[in-house]
């Protein structure tokens, strides 16, 4: 049996298990083989847009079957809506992933928090794009700034506007060189329309968005990866009205970076921050320096990633049932202790 000739190439679009890869500048439409279909393991096995994947030519080189997924140097990752199923991959080998937030009704300080849990989770760096500029008066524009940097510690904050173009200069200095990145937020946040300014043509449909809530019609309603001229990569995604995050690894921490460091002082090691004598988490909130929002998106967050951990990890599903039940036990002996104790 003569053996097929693999290509590495790059994947570009992602459609219903249908992908277009990239091999040698020209776009060819991909399936996976039988053999991927019945050894993946999950969603996580099949390729996604950003993917380098081993494929075998045919037509005459106008058909692509992939063989293998590449490793990957990054992933970018969403809970998958619905119970009991497998994480959503949204983007895979990017370098940076910009959270992209409207300075209009889209602004959400929770959202964003959220996203950067995930973009950091992913191993990519993430940049916050806050469009619509032009819509947002000085002062207005001010607190909203202050309340970004809060959220996002150490993370590069652009603030733009894609109507007039002042500061996209600025993302595609960020793009220039052939760097790989993602956009990501919510529908009706801006990401197609800066897109189509830094390519510099419409590569991307943009629909209207509603004036009293400010969300925006799905108008990108596939993974797509586009090239600009500078050399940057951007891999548009469909906008996202709700965001759960699949896991967190280090990137908690990373994003609230501020609760944690003051962490380190608490007197108890596993401290929750919910009422423990001795914690320094809880005394910055009682001074002023914490804000009560900020610790309650970090705590709603890390009880989500523990729920999550929960169902995905086995080991800690049976820990946590055995830690539950000592508990109905330990309570059912105080209670027949005081039974005694009454003399009943």
Same mark, same amino acid.
């Given at each position: 049996? &003569?053996?097929? !000739?693999?290509? !590495?190439?790059?994947? &570009?679009?992602?459609?219903?298990?249908?992908?277009?890869?990239?091999?040698?500048?020209?776009?060819?439409?991909?399936?996976?083989?039988?053999?991927?279909?019945?050894?993946?393991?999950?969603?996580?096995?099949?390729?996604?847009?950003? #993917?380098?994947?081993?494929?075998?030519?045919? #037509?005459?080189?106008?058909?692509?079957? $992939?063989?293998?997924?590449?490793? *990957?140097?990054?992933?970018?990752? @969403?809970?998958? $809506?619905? !119970?009991? *199923?497998?994480?959503?991959?949204?983007?895979?080998?990017?370098?940076?992933?910009?959270?992209?937030?409207?300075?209009?009704?889209?602004?959400?300080?929770? @959202?964003?928090?959220?996203?950067?849990?995930?973009?950091?989770?992913?191993?990519?760096?993430?940049?916050?794009?806050?469009?619509?500029?032009?819509?947002?008066?000085?002062?207005?524009?001010?607190?909203?700034?202050?309340?970004?940097?809060?959220?996002?510690?150490?993370?590069?904050?652009?603030?733009? +506007?894609?109507?007039?173009?002042?500061?996209?200069?600025?993302?595609?200095?960020?793009?220039?060189?052939?760097? *790989?990145?993602?956009?990501?937020?919510?529908?009706?946040?801006?990401?197609?329309?800066?897109?189509?300014?830094?390519?510099?043509?419409?590569?991307?449909?943009?629909?209207?968005?509603?004036? #009293?809530?400010?969300?925006? @019609?799905?108008?990108? &309603?596939?993974?797509?990866?586009?090239?600009?001229?500078?050399?940057?990569?951007?891999?548009?995604?469909?906008? $996202?009205?709700?965001?759960?995050?699949?896991?967190?690894?280090?990137?908690?921490?990373?994003?609230?970076?501020? $609760?944690?460091?003051?962490?380190? +002082?608490?007197?108890? /090691?596993?401290?929750?921050?919910?009422?423990?004598?001795?914690?320094?988490?809880?005394?910055?909130?009682?001074?002023?320096?914490?804000?009560?929002?900020?610790? /309650? +998106?970090?705590?709603?967050?890390?009880?989500?990633?523990?729920?999550?951990?929960?169902? &995905?990890?086995?080991?800690?599903?049976?820990?946590?049932? @055995?830690?539950? /039940?000592?508990?109905?036990?330990?309570?059912?002996?105080? +209670?027949?202790? /005081?039974?005694?104790?009454?003399?009943?």
């Amino acid at each position: 049996m &003569t053996e097929k !000739t693999l290509f !590495t190439a790059l994947v &570009t679009e992602e459609q219903r298990e249908a992908y277009t890869v990239r091999l040698e500048g020209a776009e060819i439409p991909a399936v996976v083989t039988g053999k991927l279909q019945g050894e993946a393991a999950g969603r996580l096995d099949f390729p996604v847009v950003g #993917d380098e994947v081993s494929v075998a030519l045919h #037509d005459g080189g106008r058909k692509a079957v $992939i063989h293998a997924v590449l490793p *990957r140097t990054s992933l970018l990752l @969403r809970k998958a $809506i619905g !119970t009991g *199923r497998d994480a959503q991959p949204l983007a895979a080998n990017i370098g940076k992933v910009f959270i992209v937030m409207g300075l209009d009704g889209n602004y959400n300080i929770a @959202r964003l928090e959220r996203l950067l849990v995930a973009a950091w989770d992913s191993g990519a760096a993430p940049v916050v794009a806050l469009t619509k500029k032009d819509l947002c008066q000085e002062q207005e524009l001010a607190e909203k700034l202050a309340a970004v940097a809060q959220a996002a510690p150490g993370v590069e904050v652009l603030c733009l +506007s894609s109507v007039s173009g002042e500061g996209v200069e600025q993302v595609a200095a960020a793009l220039a060189g052939g760097v *790989r990145c993602c956009f990501l937020g919510s529908s009706g946040a801006g990401k197609s329309t800066l897109l189509n300014r830094l390519a510099g043509h419409e590569a991307a449909p943009t629909g209207a968005v509603r004036e #009293d809530d400010a969300r925006g @019609r799905h108008t990108t &309603t596939s993974r797509h990866l586009y090239f600009l001229p500078n050399g940057g990569q951007v891999i548009d995604t469909p906008g $996202i009205r709700e965001f759960c995050v699949e896991y967190s690894g280090e990137g908690l921490e990373t994003s609230f970076s501020d $609760i944690h460091a003051l962490s380190e +002082s608490c007197r108890f /090691k596993n401290c929750s921050h919910v009422s423990e004598p001795g914690c320094a988490v809880l005394a910055a909130l009682e001074a002023g320096t914490l804000a009560p929002d900020r610790l /309650k +998106s970090y705590n709603k967050l890390r009880r989500e990633t523990e729920r999550q951990e929960l169902k &995905t990890d086995a080991k800690k599903r049976l820990l946590a049932k @055995r830690k539950l /039940k000592s508990f109905g036990k330990m309570v059912r002996d105080i +209670s027949e202790t /005081k039974r005694k104790l009454r003399g009943g």
